[in-house]
C-alpha cells in the first residue's frame, strides 16, 4: 500500500514543479555551469594540471556532487517546514490514506529526480567542454542520486522537528558550509591537516565526490568503492528513518 | 455492521503532555453515538474540545484513553482503512496555494488512490456543486475566505465520503459567505450524507444539526435537538430588558421568570414574553429598551454554563 500513495506524494510535487520550474532554472542549471567555467578555467589557468588531470576535469565531478548536494540541502529546509507551517500540506494528506511514510518517500522521489535533470544536464555541458574523460561517467548519475537522499533525508527530519526557520541558519554554518568546503570539490582532501581531513570523512559529499571522480575520469577511488557506497547508503537509511520518526510524531496530535 | 453507529465512543479523553507542566485535558470523558444519515453537531466556545475530539474521530490523534470505534473500526488498527472513508474539513484551512483551484480537487483525489480520471471527473462534478467551476483553472490565493471554504468542502466530498468531518466551516466568514456554506452542506444533508461539525456559533447549529451536544470545558454538558434543548433548558421567550442607569432591578423583577443579568442587559425568560413585559411595566420599571424574542442555543448555553458562546 506505501508505494502507490508515496507515488501521488510525487504527483503533488510534479503538478507545483510544473509550475515553478523555470524560477529553478538558474540554481540547478546555470549555475553549476558558470562555476564550473569560471573556477575550472579561471583557476584552473594557475593551477594547471591536479593527479595529472586538467584542473576543469578534475573539478567537474565535483561540481557534479556539490550540485545534487544542495538540491538535496536546500529543497529539504523552507520547502520542508512551509508544507508544516504556512502550507499544511502535511496536515491535509495526514487526513487520507497516504502515511507519514508515503509523504518522506514521495518527496525524496521528487529530489532525485530533481537532482537527476540537473546533473544530467550538467554532465552533458561539462563533456562538451572536455571535463569528462571516461566512458564511466554515466555512473555518476546514480552516485548524484544516492547522496541527495544522504543528505536530504537528514535534513527533512531536521525541518520536520524545528518550529522556526532560523535553525537553518545553524545548518547552513555548521553542516553545509564546512561539508562543501572539506569535500574534495575544489582540492584532494589530502592537502589538508589529518584533522580537517576527518570532517571530510564524515561528510556524504566527499563520498559522492570520490565516486562521481572515478566514474568521470577513471582514477580509482581514495577508499574501496563499497565503503563509499555503504557509507551514503547508512545515511541515507539513517536519514530516511528519522524523517518519517518526525512526520509521525509532528502530525500526531 | 449495519446497524453500527458510524461513530460510537465511550469515556473518551485526549490529554495533551505539556513541558514542565501538568497534562492538559483537552477531552475529558465523553460518549457519542452519531448514526448514518445525522447531522450531528458540537457546539462550544473556543477551547471546549471541538477541534481535539474532531481529530481522534478523524483518525490522525489518539485518544489517551476510552473506547472509540468509526464506521465500526478501530482507529489505530485501522485508520487508513477509516480515513478513506472519511471527508475532512479543517479548522485551518490548508489548500495548496500554488496549484490551481482544480488541481487542488484532483492532487487530493489520488491521496485516495482514485484513477487520474475518476479524479477529474468528480473534481468537475464538485466545483459546479459549491459553484466554483467558473474559477476551476484560477489559483487559490485570490479567492475570498467563503470560496476557499467552499473548496475546502468540495475536497473533502472528493472520495464520496460515508462520514463528513467539518471542524468550524462558517467561523471567520461573512453573513453572506455563511449562507453559502450552509446552503451546501443543507444540499449535502438533503442527499442522505452523515455530518459531523462544530461550530460556536448557535444559529449554525439550530441550522444545520438534527443533534447536538453542547460542550465546555472537555465535557458534554447537555444534548438533543436544538428545539429539545431549548424547551428543556430555555423558555420560549426572552426578554433581554435594557436599563438607562446602573440600578440592580433583580429583586423587583423577582417571580416573572428566570432571571441572567449581563453586563449590558438583563435577560428575562418567559413563555409569553408580551406577558412578561406587561408584568415589568405593571411593576413601575420603565427600561431603556425593551426586546422580545425567541430563545436560542446561545441562551441555553449560558444557563448551562453562566457565559457567553461567543465573547
Ligand atoms: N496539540 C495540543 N497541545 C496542547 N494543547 C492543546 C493541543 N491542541 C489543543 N490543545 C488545548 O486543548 C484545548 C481544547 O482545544 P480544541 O480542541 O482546539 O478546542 P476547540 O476546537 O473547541 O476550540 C485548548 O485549551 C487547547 O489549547
Ligand atoms: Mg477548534
Known amino acids: ?253 | 455492521m449495519a446497524d453500527e453507529p458510524l461513530i460510537y465512543a465511550r469515556g473518551l479523553v485526549k490529554r495533551f503532555s505539556r513541558k514542565g507542566a501538568e497534562p492538559f485535558t483537552a477531552v475529558d470523558g465523553i460518549d457519542l453515538d452519531v448514526a448514518a444519515g445525522e447531522a450531528f453537531g458540537f457546539l462550544g466556545p473556543n477551547g471546549a474540545g471541538k477541534s481535539s475530539t474532531m481529530r481522534m474521530i478523524g483518525c490522525v490523534s489518539r485518544p489517551t484513553e476510552g473506547e472509540l470505534r468509526i464506521l465500526g473500526m478501530d482507529p489505530i488498527r485501522d485508520g487508513a482503512r477509516i480515513r478513506s472513508r472519511l471527508g475532512v474539513c479543517p479548522q485551518l484551512d490548508n489548500l495548496d496555494p500554488d496549484l490551481t483551484v482544480r488541481e487542488n480537487l484532483t492532487t487530493y483525489a489520488r491521496y485516495f488512490g482514485l484513477s487520474r480520471e475518476v479524479g477529474r471527473r468528480r473534481a468537475a462534478e464538485l466545483l459546479e456543486f459549491v459553484q466554483l467551476a467558473d474559477r476551476a483553472e484560477g489559483k487559490v490565493d485570490p479567492l475570498s475566505g467563503g470560496m476557499k471554504r467552499r473548496l475546502t468542502i468540495a475536497r473533502a466530498l472528493v472520495n464520496e465520503p460515508d462520514l463528513v468531518l467539518l471542524d468550524e466551516p462558517t467561523t471567520g466568514l461573512d453573513p453572506q459567505a455563511r449562507h453559502l456554506v450552509w446552503e451546501r452542506l443543507y444540499q449535502l444533508k438533503q442527499r442522505g450524507a452523515t455530518l459531523v461539525l462544530t461550530t460556536h456559533y448557535m444559529d449554525e447549529a439550530e441550522q444545520l444539526c438534527d443533534r447536538l451536544v453542547v460542550m465546555d470545558g472537555g465535557r458534554i454538558v447537555a444534548e438533543g435537538s436544538p428545539r429539545s434543548l431549548i424547551g428543556q433548558y430555555a423558555t420560549a421567550e426572552v426578554v433581554e430588558l435594557r436599563f438607562a442607569d446602573e440600578v440592580d432591578y433583580s429583586a423587583k423583577l423577582e417571580g416573572i421568570g428566570r432571571l441572567d443579568p449581563l453586563p449590558d442587559r438583563l435577560l428575562l425568560y418567559a413563555d409569553d414574553g408580551d406577558g412578561a413585559v406587561s408584568e415589568v411595566h405593571r411593576r413601575g420599571l420603565s427600561p431603556s429598551s425593551v426586546l422580545v424574542r425567541r430563545s436560542t442555543l446561545e441562551d441555553v448555553f449560558l444557563h448551562l454554563t453562566g457565559r457567553t458562546l461567543v465573547d
Not at chain 1, 540541502?73 to 500540506?89: I, M, Q
Open chain 1, 1 to 253: 500500500m506505501a508505494y502507490p500513495m508515496a507515488a501521488a506524494v510525487l504527483e503533488r510535487e510534479l503538478v507545483l514543479y510544473r509550475r515553478l520550474w523555470q524560477a529553478s532554472l538558474l540554481g540547478s542549471f546555470v549555475m553549476p555551469v558558470l562555476f564550473l567555467l569560471s573556477i575550472g578555467v579561471g583557476v584552473g589557468a594557475y593551477v594547471g594540471t591536479v593527479e595529472g588531470v586538467s584542473y576543469l576535469a578534475w573539478i567537474v565531478p565535483g561540481v557534479l556532487a556539490s550540485t545534487a548536494f544542495q538540491i538535496g540541502v536546500g529543497e529539504s529546509t523552507y520547502p520542508v517546514l512551509g508544507d508544516f507551517k504556512w502550507v499544511r500540506a502535511y496536515h491535509a494528506m495526514r487526513a487520507t490514506q497516504v502515511m507519514p511514510s508515503d509523504m518522506v518517500l514521495g518527496r525524496q522521489a521528487y529530489l532525485v529526480f530533481r537532482a537527476l535533470i540537473a546533473v544530467t544536464v550538467f554532465l552533458v555541458v561539462a563533456a562538451l567542454f572536455g571535463g569528462v574523460q571516461s566512458w564511466w561517467a554515466p555512473a555518476a548519475l546514480p552516485v548524484a542520486a544516492l547522496l541527495t537522499v544522504a543528505v536530504a533525508a537528514p535534513v527533512t527530519a531536521f525541518a520536520a522537528s524545528i518550529e522556526n526557520d532560523s535553525y537553518f541558519a545553524l545548518l547552513f554554518r555548521f553542516f553545509m558550509i564546512p561539508a562543501t568546503l572539506f569535500s574534495g570539490v575544489f582540492f584532494p582532501l589530502q592537502q589538508l591537516p589529518e584533522v580537517l581531513r576527518w570532517l571530510g570523512y564524515a561528510s556524504p559529499l566527499w563520498h559522492a565526490v570520490e565516486l562521481c571522480r572515478a566514474a568521470t575520469l577513471g582514477l580509482p577511488t581514495e577508499w574501496p568503492i563499497a565503503v563509499h557506497v555503504a557509507y551514503l547508503l547508512l545515511c541515507a537509511g539513517v536519514g530516511l528513518a528519522l524523517a518519517v520518526w518526525r512526520f509521525w510524531v509532528r502530525l500526531g496530535d
